[in-house]
């Protein structure tokens, strides 16, 4: 498995813009929040996700690309593969 950070961004975004791609995302298991190591999960900022699966890095941001345009016109992907996250201030996932 490979571990991906994803940034979804578009420039004047409606204002249900970032709720319409975090439920598109979830569908395929891309994820608005990250798991420490401990078992906790927090919240990522808005308009970043996390992925793991075997595709290729192209492969995730053409698939996350053609999605997020889908929702609103000319969207900006960047997609990073991480092996070490670390972090702090983020929103802790209640339940």
């Given at each position: 498995m490979v571990n991906y950070i994803i940034r979804v961004s578009y420039t004047a975004p409606d204002a249900d813009t970032h709720a319409r791609v975090k439920a598109e995302l979830a569908k395929y298991n891309i994820a608005d929040?990250?798991?420490?190591?401990d078992g906790q999960g927090y919240y990522l900022p808005e308009g970043e996700f996390c992925y793991s699966g075997i595709e290729t890095i192209n492969e995730v941001r053409d698939a996350v690309h053609r999605l997020a345009g889908g929702i609103q016109p000319e969207p900006a992907?960047?997609?990073?593969?991480?092996?070490?996250?670390?972090?702090?201030g983020f929103k802790l996932v209640e339940g």
């Open positions: 929040a990250i798991k420490a190591d992907v960047l997609v990073m593969e991480i092996t070490t996250l670390s972090w702090a």
